[in-house]
């Protein structure tokens, strides 16, 4: 078996400026919303160019808030806004423009339905006018995260029941004919929680989900991953993380028939990391990756790029009343950070969705308390093929970043000897290389040093497996953590002997 090699490799964003050319790509940052909380979770590029953004409205529904969706040309601006709902609580997280060119959203609704709350399932024409809603749901509440148009033109929600299923929150999945009549539902988990916060037709007819399953009560989950058929029966599942604030958030198929997700994953002291998971088509791990600030970080989306790489959008946790900023990243084939940029400026900024455009650049949509005409204002923004837009962009930022060789049986970060941990870095800096347990001890320092510029020139490291007095360690996972005054990094690898 061979050895793990982790690789973190620090590198500088590059600036660049789009011109006015004929082969210039669209960039813009557009708000959108009035006077109270606004805010988006969902976007697409339609098949005209401009984009389609679902979320929720407290501007135009002052009691409690309406789902929100608004329609846009190429540039952003606003070709029409609706709103839907009634006297309680409405809120989409997901839209998809379907196949006659019309929408689907679904999210959660208090103000009908048969519960507490429940799955919304909302129809509407071309320009955003109501064909039909339904509801799906039991006494308890009940909630609808992710939607997608299936090849027989009906759809297939995911989200999370109180309602139904073996324990008191359990995955939820319904299946629709093309008016929304309900064809199937199945509920997935123990009797722990169990949630799926994205859901995507696979090549073969059946679905993958991604979620969490655990107790959020003492901040005990773990990443959640179910395979089912064409009848959501299930093939296989699978979890991933260590019992801590562990959490997918978006599950894409891949072109090479595996899977893609992403979410966060703790790491020893309450920070967030972005957790990105590549998996084969059996769901075996091809390699994890975690990266991320010294405070927290969370991955809300990801997509396969038409070159093969992920884009990644999600929120990166500053310190001071800034709160947050829109991340977004793009990685290479192996989980290694191309680019990061942020986005935001004086109050906090979310991203949650992401979408590779025509143009090859990206959109990424959110909600932002920096600009726009309220509280919290829908954000879109718009970038080139760079992540760039021009506009209130801060100086380049890039995250630490590891990659771990894939084992031969096929498991993240194993190793029996020893491990090689190599990294690069593009400034000179002292860094400090160290290795923690499961349970956040430290067990050794491997490096506490000045190191200079080393693109060309990676540092390895090695570890066998003892601590800091050459005691040999036990079986486990262990964290290793590289540090310097300007990032953080995290990777992970399992002891065997």
Not at 289 to 316: F, H, K, P, S, W
Not at 329 to 349: H, N, P, Q
Not at 400 to 412: E, I, L, S
């Amino acid at each position: 078996m061979r050895d793990v090699i982790l690789i973190l490799l620090i590198t500088a964003a590059t600036t660049l400026v789009t011109t006015g050319s004929a082969t210039a790509q669209v960039t813009f940052e557009n708000t959108y919303g009035g006077r109270q909380p606004d805010r988006g979770y969902s976007v697409q590029q339609t098949r005209d160019g401009g984009y389609i953004i679902a979320g929720r409205t407290e501007s135009f529904h002052l009691i409690s808030g309406d789902v929100y969706l608004v329609k846009t040309d190429s540039l952003g601006a606003t070709l029409w806004e609706r709103t839907y709902g009634g006297e309680s609580l409405d809120c989409a997280w997901s839209v998809e423009q379907t196949f006659d060119e019309r929408y689907i959203l679904t999210g959660f609704t208090q103000s009908i339905g048969s519960g507490l709350g429940d799955v919304y399932l909302i129809r509407t024409d071309s320009l955003g006018n109501k064909l039909w809603e339904r509801t799906y749901g039991g006494v308890a509440a009940d909630y609808g995260f992710c939607v997608q148009q299936t090849s027989d033109s009906g759809y297939v929600v995911a989200g999370q029941t109180m309602s139904f299923g073996t324990g008191g929150v359990d995955a939820y999945l319904v299946k629709t004919d093309s008016l929304g009549d309900t064809l199937w539902t199945r509920t997935y988990g123990d009797s722990l929680e169990n949630l799926a916060n994205s859901v995507q037709q696979t090549l073969d007819g059946g679905y993958i989900l991604a979620g969490a399953t655990g107790w959020t009560l003492t901040d005990s989950m773990e990443v959640y991953v179910v395979k089912t058929d064409s009848s959501g029966d299930v093939e296989w599942e699978t979890v991933f993380g260590r019992a801590g604030s562990d959490c997918a958030y978006s599950v894409r198929q891949t072109s090479d028939g595996g899977y893609i997700i992403v979410g966060q994953t703790p790491f020893p002291g309450n920070e967030l990391d972005v957790y990105l998971i590549k998996m084969d088509s059996l769901g075996d791990t091809s390699w994890t990756m975690a990266y991320g600030t010294l405070l927290n970080d969370v991955g809300q989306c990801v997509r396969e790029t038409a070159d093969g790489y992920y884009v990644i959008a999600g929120m990166t946790f500053l310190d001071g009343p800034r709160g947050a900023d829109v991340h977004l990243t793009k990685a290479d084939s192996l989980g290694g950070v191309i680019w990061t940029r942020l986005f935001g400026k004086y109050g906090s900024d979310w991203g949650f969705s992401v979408q590779e455009t025509q143009d090859s650049g990206y959109v990424v949509a959110g909600y932002t308390e920096s600009f726009g005409a309220g509280r919290a204002d829908v954000y879109l923004i718009k970038t080139d093929r760079y992540g760039l837009t021009g506009i209130h962009e801060e100086p380049g930022t890039s995250y630490a970043v590891h990659r771990t060789t894939p084992m031969m049986d096929g498991r993240p970060n194993p190793f029996r000897v020893s491990t090689t941990i190599t990294f690069a870095l593009a400034e000179p800096s002292r860094v400090t290389l160290k290795v923690f347990d499961a349970s956040g001890r430290l067990v050794r320092t491997l490096l506490d040093q000045h190191e200079f510029p080393s693109i060309h020139s990676p540092v390895s490291v090695q570890w066998d497996g003892t601590d800091d007095a050459g005691r040999c360690l036990s079986n486990g996972i262990y964290f290793y953590r590289l540090t310097s005054p300007d990032f953080a990094e995290t990777g992970r690898a399992t002891l065997i002997r």
